[in-house]
């Protein structure tokens, strides 16, 4: 049992800036303003589903109650990560995510929002946005009241490859035309700073300043991080962050290549190409885990992978 594959059925969300791109992995969408592929998630706001194999049907939050020994015996009351893939066809709203504190204290037990992002396809002249100008927290509560936009944000150049690690109280944005995979806790909490005066079914969308206000880290604290690449037969590997949350890395693989799964459990979404996993066809939009215990996974053909998994 331990040694077979948990492939997952993607659950997809409409959104007011999403797009059609999410095509090009393969994915039947629902409409042309498709802005998330959940690809592994048992958050009740997008709970995925089991395809094929002893576990078909299930969903993932009922193999984790049910069958722990799938995710090498760890603790607590839910999956702790969500992997999805995001395509922006217009800017998402400025916002900022709580941590695990204020998020259980003021979302009814929620867990807190850290995330990373890894740009999997944007313009030449692409930006997001990512931290803030302000010196302090009086500064912060100053722009935001008086919308000074501009001056308050921070905006930097992206290009395809890049990786960004977001910590709770980093002011964010997706900017329109970037596509990405995001990695994070299995957490649905945003706090709209501003949404660019948009209109949801003729009205504004929710905004939640205060909230922004209590948790904007101030004054930003830009992350430093190294990347470590290391290469097997047949395939290289970049550790692109190891948090207390989660450690995530890219494959990139051309030929037969084993890869080890010596963790509690290992999420795996592959992003480009085609293959096989110990004999299992796999291809772009594909999302599955590989349970504690698996061992040694055989990979045989040319693909990028981006992995994630917990210590």
């Known amino acids: 049992m331990q040694k077979e594959i948990i492939f997952l059925n993607p659950i997809f969300k409409e959104t ?27 958050h009740k706001n997008g709970d995925c589903t089991v395809r094929g194999g ?49 998020a259980s204290r003021n979302e009814n037990g929620s867990l807190g929002k850290t995330e990373c992002w890894y740009i999997l396809d944007c313009p030449e002249d692409a930006a ?16 935001i ?13 992206v290009h395809k490859g890049d990786f960004f690690q977001i910590e709770p109280g980093c002011v964010h944005a997706i900017k329109g035309g970037t596509m990405l995979l995001e990695t994070q806790q299995s957490s649905d909490i945003t706090y709209r700073v501003y949404d660019y005066d ?15 206000i209590d948790v904007i880290t101030a004054p930003f604290e830009e992350n430093s991080y190294d990347v470590t690449i290391s290469f097997g037969l047949n ?26 799964q010596q963790y509690r459990f290992m999420n795996i979404s592959v992003i480009d190409g085609q ?13 599955f ?12 053909g040319s693909m990028q992978l981006i992995t994630s998994y917990i210590k």
């Open 235 to 260: 395939y290289t590997s970049e550790k692109l962050i190891e948090c207390p949350y989660y450690s995530v890395e890219k494959f990139k693989i051309n030929g037969r290549a084993q890869i080890a």
């Open 54 to 102: 002893s576990f078909d049907g299930m969903h993932l939050s009922e193999l984790w109650d049910t069958h722990r020994e799938l995710f090498g015996n760890c603790e607590g009351d839910r999956f702790p990560l969500l992997i999805k893939i995001i395509d922006a066809r217009d800017d998402l709203s400025i916002q900022v995510h709580p941590d695990d504190r204020y």
């Open 275 to 287: 293959g096989t996993i110990d004999n299992t066809p796999i291809k772009k939009g594909d999302n």
């Open 145 to 157: 009241m008086n919308k000074r936009w501009r001056e308050f944000v921070r905006e930097i150049p």
């Open 16 to 42: 007011i800036w999403g797009g059609d791109k999410l095509k090009r992995f393969g994915y039947d969408i629902p409409s042309d303003k498709t802005g998330e592929c959940w690809g592994i998630s048992a």
């Open 128 to 143: 997001i946005i990512i931290g803030h100008n302000a010196a302090n927290k009086k500064e912060v509560n100053d722009m």
């Open 289 to 300: 885990i590989l349970p504690g215990g698996y061992g040694i996974a055989e990979f045989d």
């Open 198 to 212: 948009r209109l949801s079914d003729g009205k504004p969308r929710e905004l939640h300043i205060e909230k922004s």
